[in-house]
């Protein structure tokens, strides 16, 4: 059973960092992508950045370049996103997900993805 549990979330301020954690059961990240997505009020759930093949391939939306950061740790079957330089704009809940559709192009959409997490609230206060 696949099974994906984000965290990391909080309260930051403008300028502020925070790391959000993506724990996985059930898959294995040779052959698994993992995707961070987020999802503000009133808007579509957008693909933030995703790791695959053991973070030989990576995929960043273009926004978020430079601010951004995926990582995976294959012992702890997590995946991590580095958020640096956080702006209001970025307050949403942050879901991790997992697809097994390893095409780098398609993993920016959610309905590349076949497992998601509960979410985690991201408040950038100004």
């Known amino acids: 059973e696949v099974q994906l549990q984000a965290s990391g979330g909080g309260l930051v301020q403008v300028g502020g960092s925070l790391r959000l954690s993506c724990k996985t059961s059930?898959?294995?990240?040779?052959?698994?992508?993992i995707g961070w997505f987020r999802q503000a009020p009133g808007k579509e759930r957008e693909g933030l950045a995703a790791?695959?093949?053991?973070?030989?391939?990576?995929y960043y939306k273009e926004s978020v370049k430079g601010r951004f950061a995926i990582s995976s740790d294959g012992a702890k079957n997590t995946v991590y996103l580095q958020m640096n330089n956080l702006k209001p704009e970025d307050t949403a809940v942050y879901y991790c997900?997992?697809?097994?559709?390893?095409?780098?192009?398609?993993?920016?959409?959610?309905?590349?993805?076949?497992?998601w997490g509960q979410g985690t609230q991201v408040t950038v206060s100004s």
């Open positions: 997900a997992s697809s097994a559709r390893l095409i780098l192009s398609s993993l920016r959409r959610p309905d590349a993805y076949d497992y």
């Open positions: 790791i695959f093949k053991n973070g030989d391939k990576i």
């Open positions: 059930g898959v294995t990240f040779d052959d698994h992508a």
